[in-house]
């Protein structure tokens, strides 16, 4: 598997951020664990174990990829079990040092490991493309549609007539008409 991660190595050191072989290497690099224990010039350089996947992928080449995470994340967006496993990645209970910077998911991570637990139905068409991450959200509860509107009187008005019920209607009136005193 050596071969894997220097081909990942290679591809990142000349920038062929968009390609979509990057996300499918780093998951292969990932499941197969080899990058857990690098020692990748026996006998000439000391070898060097990890258990955290980002501190691997931030440490320099030969041993790791020479990257900030982010930056990985940020490569990786759009493969979403990709995104999963890093955000997985990024949850490992370890006991750390305090030296030891810890990353955060991002919220699309956060949203797939919950739909994975608690919704696997709708989880599985996040996978299979069917359904967005947000909308799947959405389906299943554990978030609320986000409206945009214009900034306009007639479209606060529509909203206002559509979304709200006749006291809370009633109540918006007496504070606008208190402000108009």
């Known amino acids: 598997m050596e071969n894997l991660i220097e081909q990942v190595q290679e591809e990142l050191k000349e920038h062929k951020f968009r390609e979509t072989h990057i996300p ?49 994340e940020e490569i990786c967006s759009g493969f979403t079990e990709v995104e999963l496993e890093l955000g997985r990645q990024k949850s490992v209970q370890l006991e750390l040092d305090i030296d030891i910077k810890r990353v955060r998911k991002t919220d699309k991570q956060r949203s797939l490991e919950v739909l994975e637990k608690h919704r696997l139905d709708l989880f599985e068409k996040v996978m299979s493309k069917e359904l967005s991450v947000y909308k ?12 945009k509107l214009e900034k306009t009187p007639s479209s606060f008005s529509t909203y206002i007539r559509n979304n709200f019920t006749d006291d809370e209607k009633k109540e918006l009136l007496k504070l606008l008409n208190t402000d108009l005193d």
Do not use: C, H
């Open 24 to 72: 499918r290497l780093i998951l292969n690099i990932i499941k197969s664990e080899d990058w857990k224990n690098r020692d990748p010039a026996p006998n000439e350089l000391e070898p060097k174990e990890f258990n955290y996947f980002p501190d691997f992928v931030e440490t320099v080449r030969p041993w790791g990829l020479q990257m900030d995470f982010k930056d990985i």
């Open 136 to 147: 799947a959200m959405i389906e299943g509860g554990f978030k609320r549609q986000r409206i």
